[in-house]
């Protein structure tokens, strides 16, 4: 069985704004019910601006001081936790406290070096999931994330 599920907000269309259009990225915010405040505009810019990636709060807080966007570490985990609940963002947990938010909310499944620290995407074109058990009765499979952890050989 190949389970794709299309994302729960209009991602495509998010994706593709133009990020130097504030007034749209203020409306995309207001249509996942979140105020656009100074700060959201400014993270939602650096996390849309570059197509999709995968970025852990540390380094969005990084790359927020590096903008010039005076945010505490704080702020950056509220915002990335919010957007994830608006179904604007994607949170992949590698470990208990190791976290990555993907731009990219469609259902697709990750490699994960452990040694470079760096996550990324696996096409699903070919990929199979076989077996799945039933879901308890009243439930329905949302969705089902799969990481493949790498190493370099030898190792």
């Given amino acids: ?33 979140l105020r656009p405040t100074r700060q959201r505009l400014a993270l939602a810019k650096i996390l849309f601006g570059n197509g999709d990636r995968h970025v852990s709060a540390e380094d969005l807080h990084r790359e927020a001081c590096a903008a010039k966007v005076l945010v505490s570490v704080a702020t950056v985990y509220n915002t990335l936790n919010q957007f994830t609940a608006a179904g604007l ?11 990555f938010f993907d731009t990219n909310t469609s259902n697709h499944f990750h490699f994960y070096h452990e040694k470079e620290g760096r996550l990324f995407d696996i096409g ?3 990929l199979e999931i076989k077996g799945l058990p039933t879901a308890p009765e009243g439930t329905e499979i949302d969705r089902i994330d799969v990481i493949v952890r790498l190493k370099k050989r030898g190792n």
């Fill in 1 to 33: 069985m190949i389970l794709h599920k299309p994302p729960l907000k209009d991602y495509t269309e998010f994706k593709m704004l133009k990020m130097n259009a504030p007034g749209m990225i203020a409306e995309k915010l207001r249509a996942a019910g």
């Fill in 89 to 99: 963002l994607r949170e992949v947990a590698i470990e208990g406290d190791r976290s």
């Fill in 124 to 126: 699903t074109d070919n």
